[in-house]
């Protein structure tokens, strides 16, 4: 059961407050995408996981956390703007201006992140050219990250295949996955499924259950 619940915070930078919904809690069934997107009703809660104050523009998952840049970077072209980004969707505005804090900020999980969430808004908007640019600026960070390694690594390699593939870098894909092999054997079925639809030239989104269903002898 998902419960949001609306609440007064005050924001770190101008001071004033501001109402907004905060997630209480929330389930998920079903099937992740291959992106590492959830499920059910989580999916569908992304409107609580970033907040905008309407006085200061100031974004953040948590308003009344101080920013570590400059309060003059909110008022920057670049920021107001979504740095030329158009979004159907002001959801998706919100999780870029979270990202452009976020690189300002140096940052480099913070920006990738906020760009993930990003890429899911403009999919479920059918912002089909902006999730295909956003995708492949968030691989770079992803790159970052991978090089820094850690115990999430495994888990970003898996998530930049499917960015490789959704922003129809299929070559790309093949060329950089096509020798991996990795420990857990059900992260090796998941990308011989990304080299299967790189080569077949399919960007289209899928599921954790759609590599068991297309893989059943694996």
């Not at 008022?75 to 703007?81: E, G, M």
């Not at 690189?103 to 890429?119: H, R, V």
């Not at 968030?138 to 490789?164: P, R």
């Amino acid at each position: 059961m998902t419960i949001i619940r609306n609440l007064e915070i005050e924001c770190s930078v101008c001071g004033k407050k501001s109402t907004h919904p905060v997630l209480s809690s929330t389930n998920s069934f079903g099937s992740p995408d291959l992106d590492f997107r959830p499920p059910g009703m989580s999916r569908s809660t992304m409107n609580t996981w970033i907040f905008e104050c309407p006085h200061c523009g100031y974004v953040s998952s948590r308003l009344n956390e101080k920013p570590e840049i400059a309060s003059g970077f909110l008022k920057t072209d670049k920021y107001i703007n979504c740095d030329g980004f158009e979004f159907k969707k002001d959801l998706a505005e919100r999780f870029f201006k979270g990202y452009l804090i976020a690189d300002e900020e140096k940052n480099t999980k913070k920006s990738y992140f906020n760009l993930l969430y990003c890429i899911w808004v403009c999919d479920d908007a059918e912002d089909i050219e902006n999730a295909r640019k956003i995708r492949k600026l968030s691989i770079e960070y992803l790159d970052e990250l991978i090089e820094i390694g850690g115990e999430e690594k495994n888990d970003f390699v898996l998530m930049k295949a499917d960015l490789l593939r959704r922003s129809g870098e299929f070559d790309r894909l093949i060329e950089e996955y096509n020798d991996i092999i990795m420990e857990e054997q059900i992260y090796n079925i998941i990308i011989t499924f990304q080299i299967i639809k790189a080569r077949q030239r399919d960007d289209a989104c899928y599921t954790l259950d759609d590599v068991k269903k297309d893989m059943p002898q694996q």
